[in-house]
């Protein structure tokens, strides 16, 4: 029989759960389930999976990011739609009118902010908003043809 050395280990309460779980899970002690994971750790093709492993996360990270940047593009592209079509279409005001017109802005501005606020409580988004209605008119477009 092999004899075994006691180790004393700290744990992260989170981890020490999960250690706890999966032993109940597989029927085993904790001691072997932290056993098999040090074997596996040491062993000659754990760098190989952790490579996979880091390999798969970097790619959907990667994936993310290309969605983010596009997104991006996307938001950039309306600002400087919007800001042109505004400044083309707004006269100036008389000097009389601006204080009014100033609060008038700050009152809708609110209303903008309680509107903004209530979308990105609900999840829903402008982008996935038009992303569906791009994806829509295309599906529609091509049934055309």
């Not at 932290?34 to 798969?56: C, G, K, M, Q």
Request: glycine content about 6%.
């Amino acid at each position: 029989m092999q004899t075994k050395t006691r180790m004393n280990v700290y744990f992260e309460p989170d981890l020490l759960k999960k250690v706890e779980a999966l032993a109940l899970r597989r029927n085993v002690s904790k001691s072997a389930v932290i056993e098999a994971a040090v074997a596996s750790f040491l062993s000659a093709d754990a760098s190989e999976r952790l490579e996979a492993v880091f390999a798969r996360r970097m790619d959907k990270l990667g994936r993310q990011v290309d969605g983010l940047d596009e997104d991006l593009a996307i938001l950039g592209e309306t600002l400087s739609l919007f800001i042109r079509f505004w400044l083309t279409v707004t006269p100036p005001l008389p000097d009389s009118a601006q204080a009014s017109a100033r609060a008038k802005g700050a009152e809708r501005f609110d209303g903008f902010l309680q509107s903004l606020g209530r979308r990105l409580a609900t999840g829903d988004r402008f982008l996935k908003e038009l992303s569906r209605d791009v994806a829509g008119l295309k599906e529609q477009t091509e049934a055309e043809k």
